[in-house]
């Protein structure tokens, strides 16, 4: 049911999924390409580290081009949230917001590249559907 949730959700957005996606940096390439592991927030790279942040994560292209990052961590701690505000700083959006489509008490989150996809609203929480669906 989750990846039924985040199926849709990526359909309804024009979205197509990519293994090149690594961290927030990718978003601000002109190309589906990852980054140099040094340079790379989804490392564990010093101060850098969006690893924790980006935990179930699955990387978004729209025209070919990188577009957004969901994930579904467990938890979002201060310090994620200041990351993904220094993210912000870099010209990306993000948006958090209830349940995780991941399920298993997880939390939503989106960053995306405002250029290339003017909104995006959260997708739905596959729990919740699985509960209606019954």
Sequence with gaps: ?????????????GLRSSESGCCPRWLLRNASKQCEPDVCGNYGSGPRNDERWLD???FWLKDG???AITSSPYSVREDDRSRI????????VAAFGGPGWYGYG?????IWHPER??????????????RHSK
């Design 117 to 130: 996809l003017a909104s995006v609203y959260l997708a739905e929480d596959a729990d919740r559907l699985l």
């Design 106 to 110: 997880t939390t939503q989150i989106i």
């Design 65 to 67: 081009l990188p577009t």
């Design 85 to 92: 505000e220094q993210w912000q700083e870099s010209g990306l």
């Design 1 to 13: 049911m989750a990846q039924l949730v985040v199926v849709e959700w990526a359909e309804e957005h």
């Design 56 to 58: 179930h994560s699955i």
